[in-house]
């Protein structure tokens, strides 16, 4: 199995862009697809981008992801960010039988 | 309107068990495979275990492996997870989530919590 690796935290202001990394310890990032997930305090985790960088309807477009093979990482950009951003995000890869999410990195929009 | 429901959680002793239920409904939940995840308080999501729609296959983290057991009854569209051999460790809030591919979830419960303690 192979682990992903996410900052424990980020902050940044609102209306500008911030960028969270998620760095595969083995194996290619390219050979899985990538989710990002979105959890606010006290409530269940919500999909931002499934599949590398294709977001769920209804996800604005601030939010993008994509990966980078040279540094075996995939990242979440959010764009014009909002307060209601301030949340938990976590990535989430797979194997040929199991899932494994990185620990989540706290974004903080103050 | 798609939900998922969990129940079944609750305050049970170190190497007791406990059956996690997850009601499912606005959709046909025959066609999806379906996953438990669940987060220790204030911790990261940690998969715990999936099955495929019809209830032919199943996987399992290595911390969960031998103890627990993913099921479903399509009949009654809902997902279990038997838990036995409990320990501490597995205190937390337990999820169980929709599956659109083996890898996205794209539906989530709002979580059953489970305490192992004495």
């Known amino acids: 199995n192979f682990m992903l690796t996410q900052p424990h935290s980020v902050s940044e202001s609102p209306g500008k862009t911030v960028t969270i990394s998620c760095t595969r310890s083995?194996?290619?990032?390219?050979?899985?697809?990538v989710q990002w997930y979105q959890q606010r305090p006290g409530s269940s985790p919500t999909t931002v981008i499934y599949?590398?960088?294709?977001?769920p309807s209804g996800v604005p477009d601030r939010f993008s992801g994509s990966i980078d093979s040279s540094s075996n990482s995939a990242s979440l950009t959010i764009s014009g960010l909002k307060t209601e951003d301030e949340a938990d995000y976590y990535c989430q890869s797979y194997d040929s039988s199991s899932l494994v999410f990185g620990g989540g990195t706290k974004l903080t929009v103050l | 309107e798609v939900q998922l429901v969990e129940s079944g959680g609750g305050l049970v002793q170190p190497g007791g068990s406990l059956r996690l239920s997850c009601a499912a409904s606005g959709f046909t939940f025959s066609s999806y495979w379906m996953h438990w995840v669940r987060q220790a308080p204030g911790k990261g999501l940690v998969w715990v275990s999936r099955?495929?729609?019809?209830?032919?296959?199943?996987s399992y983290a290595d911390s969960v492996k031998g103890r627990f057991t993913i099921s479903r009854d399509n009949a009654k569209n809902t997902l279990y997870l038997q838990m036995n051999s409990l320990r501490a460790e597995d205190t937390a809030v337990y999820y169980c989530?929709?599956?659109?591919?083996?890898?996205?979830?794209?539906?989530w419960g709002k979580g059953t919590t489970v305490t192992v303690s004495s």
């Open positions: 599949e590398d960088n294709q977001r």
């Open positions: 989530a929709r599956a659109l591919t083996f890898y996205y979830m794209d539906v």
């Open positions: 099955i495929n729609s019809d209830g032919s296959s199943t």
């Open positions: 083995s194996g290619s990032i390219a050979s899985n697809y």
